[in-house]
């Protein structure tokens, strides 16, 4: 039963298992303690924050252990946006970074901060350039994301980490979903990870702060770990964690080209065996191990499901699978299609086979679901054209509804018509414009419906 | 090697163990996904919720898993607080409230809030009429600890919490040290526990929020843990920490007892084979596992390590011990002796032969130290009293050196005469004083040091 959802969360790396079990024996007293089974538990942490920071190319008095990814985020923006809080007010953070980001970014921004949003195009890599140019002398810190968690492209985190030193400006680097494959380039001065994103367990975090950065922790502090991250040390884990970094490291190269090459193949054939499907990201500047792509007219959660029950475990940026009913921002950044979202992430280790039976079974989950909700192409196409403009009215329908009845009705009206669609679905928003750029369709734009939430969307038939 | 510091951590029950087993490969995947593993982990994850409710008293949905008992702490405080910012910005608070406690209250007083103290008595108990004169209309929040974690008292936590709920003024309750011994009772708002106290693994706490309880959390959320706990869910360490609490709650009633009876032991032989040592906390409403107490002329830090060589892991409260020179404030909240501190905390199973072989080594461990320090009763007195008081000059000593210099100079003054002593060691304001209570001399008060840092503190011989 493949598992392709290493993006979310790995599994146990053996090496880790095997540190973790061992160091629930040594490991579990308190560190700050005298006695003996406190100096033991001291020894192991030491090594695992050695370890650890060699593996993230920082010293080890540069490098805390904190309870998730997300806490070290979280962590390392307060901490940097307090302590250059004279220098200014202003975070600056690409569209694409991971939700822990933006929430951090929200709080700055109740709080009275300012933060810049700088976009990417549309394989979802920011321009480094724009990026700099955002560096305004009040900016307190800016964020950047090594690669992408959700479409893998990497980002030019080496040049910006340049262009920030350069104006004087510390560089926050989330490297969660790069860290297994590498160091992260650069003179940046905080980095954020997550060890269940390289085989380590979960409940354990790491952020470096470089000597030199202005840092001051936000919230209720303790002797712990330098004062920047309160809490009994989950010595266990991290010591797991961090065995299993060096591990993951060790195979990292060879995996790295093999992964790269299933991907590669995955990539070329989902565009080639599912019609009115969109490969997204960047096809070379990427992760090794991960793909993701749209399916036009189909609901993600519903194929989420079918791959589930044909054994595969993937997930989805799509509005549909989540219950906050917003399609993932980061599609939303890159203009792209976001209904029927599949991300592949593959663990080390995937076989070739393993793809092939993906390759195979997708075509057939996709059909289904597009069976299921009388998709244009999966239904017999109504008999003639109807003559002029016509007017869709999906109000109350969601994702991918709207598009449906878009493409069903774009293929009764004659070229030079428009289809208007009535919508109140936020994704559609999204998900009409990317639909006439994938089918070659004019969108000419949307327009408030009076007296009602939604917007009428109208699109112009050109093919 | 007998290990007598489970309130600090104890060892992974054996329950707990194998249940972080079963999880780490049942509970690994993201339980906000669609596929399998992530249903899986989820189901692993409300399992162990319920479980946990039902061993704090609460519904499941009133209770998240935060990454330590500290976090719940530092969560609780700071969402009641900002959920009630209308009523009031007064935290009212006990004087011996675990340090994490007293960090979140600075913060709120940071913040501009204002924080009410209510002191202990001399065995550390609060007392309930007291802490509820200090709910005043404009008392946003109040937190009381179900049990000191330094000296065993037991607060009078129901009746206090039937005083806030009269007062409409939410309770926080920490209840990290006597959760595995059973609920706490009362109509309180707010519970934080800790699992490592209980044999769990580290990095689990648990954060209970009575319905009704105005809550909104600080800093940046997610969707995970109801909004309170962002991060990825350790469900391994989750399942093991419900797993273990069960287990412990199903022996407390027979433990307790067994304990009990070894405490009470240690408390009765400590006093007669220890001279001039005092036994500290309340004699009866106490944990039934821990046991302090604290020796005169004697460095914590030189008896730690001649326990530790002795084979007993303890801990302290000494500033001795701690990189910071500063007392216990738990100590110094009930004016008791803070040198040479020892807390014995049991594991469960502890045997009474431990505890024998404990008040066999004690004794020998005390004398080695004050031998070393050359105290009172360990060296021969001087030949004959001086006439007249004396000043001692202790400037640049630490404890326990103070008391020692005192006690030396009150053996040789007649009864009736002062002696001073010249300290700029914070610790002898607390020792100085509880050194005269126990030994029945006249404390008559401090002065500041001209021109110096430190105080004169004069003590009149009165045995």
Redesign the interface.
């Known amino acids: ?1 493949p ?1 392709f ?1 290493v993006a ?5 790396h053996p090496v880790a ?1 095997e540190a ?2 061992a160091s ?2 040594e490991g ?3 560190p700050a ?6 100096r033991r538990a001291r020894m192991l942490l030491d090594a695992a924050r050695e370890a650890a920071a060699e593996a993230v190319g920082c010293r080890a008095d540069e490098l805390v252990f904190t ?5 070290a985020v ?1 962590s390392g923006i ?1 901490g940097v946006l307090a302590g250059r809080r004279r220098a200014g007010r202003r975070l600056v953070r690409s569209a694409v970074e991971h ?2 980001v933006l ?2 970014a ?2 700055h921004a109740a709080d009275g901060g300012s933060v810049a949003v700088v976009g990417c195009d549309r394989s979802g890599r920011v321009a480094a350039d724009r990026f700099a140019a955002e560096l305004t002398p009040d900016t307190a810190l800016a964020a950047l994301q090594s690669a992408n968690h959700e479409v893998g492209t990497v980002q030019p985190v080496a040049e910006v980490a340049e262009a920030c030193a350069a104006a004087g400006v510390p560089l926050l680097v989330d490297a969660a979903q790069s860290l297994p494959w590498g160091p992260v380039a650069g003179p940046w001065s905080v980095l954020a990870g ?1 060890a ?1 994103k390289w085989g380590g ?3 354990v ?1 790491l952020l470096a702060v470089r000597k030199g950065t202005r840092f001051a922790p ?6 712990r770990e330098a004062g920047r991250a ?8 991290i010591v797991a964690a961090a065995a299993s970094l060096r591990a993951v490291r060790a195979e990292a190269a060879a995996e790295a080209g093999r992964l790269r090459g299933l991907v590669a193949r995955l990539r070329e054939r989902v565009a080639a065996v599912v019609p009115d499907v969109e490969v997204v990201g960047d096809p070379e500047r990427r992760l090794p191990h991960l793909v993701t792509f749209s399916c036009l007219y189909v609901d993600g ?1 519903a194929l ?2 079918g791959l ?1 029950r044909a054994g595969f ?4 940026g799509s509005s549909c ?1 989540s ?2 009913l917003t399609p993932s921002h980061v599609l939303k950044a890159m203009g792209v299609l976001s209904e029927g979202n599949v991300r592949v992430s593959l663990p080390c280790g995937t076989g070739a086979d393993e793809v092939e039976r993906f390759l195979e079974v997708l075509p057939g989950a996709v059909r289904e679901v597009r069976a299921a909700l009388g998709a244009p192409g999966a239904v017999a196409a109504p008999a003639g054209g109807e003559a002029g403009s016509v007017v869709v009215d999906a109000l109350g329908a969601r994702c991918p509804v709207p598009v449906i009845e878009l493409a069903k009705a774009v293929e009764r009206v004659p070229v030079g018509a428009t289809v208007t669609v009535r919508s109140d679905d936020e994704v559609a928003a999204l998900d009409i414009p990317a639909w006439c750029w994938t089918q070659g369709q004019e969108y000419l734009g949307e327009r408030p419906l009076e007296g009602e939430r939604g917007a009428a969307y109208v699109v112009r038939r050109r093919v």
């Open positions: 039963m598992y959802d979310s969360a790995a599994p146990l298992r973790l079990l629930l024996d579990w007293a308190d303690r005298l006695h003996r089974e406190g309870p998730s990814g997300t806490q979280h307060s939700s822990c929430h951090a929200q709080v997550s269940h367990p979960p409940g975090g936000r919230g209720p502090v303790d002797e309160p809490g009994f040390e989950n010595i266990p884990a959660e989420l499901h589930d475990s993937v997930s989805s699978t219950s906050t």
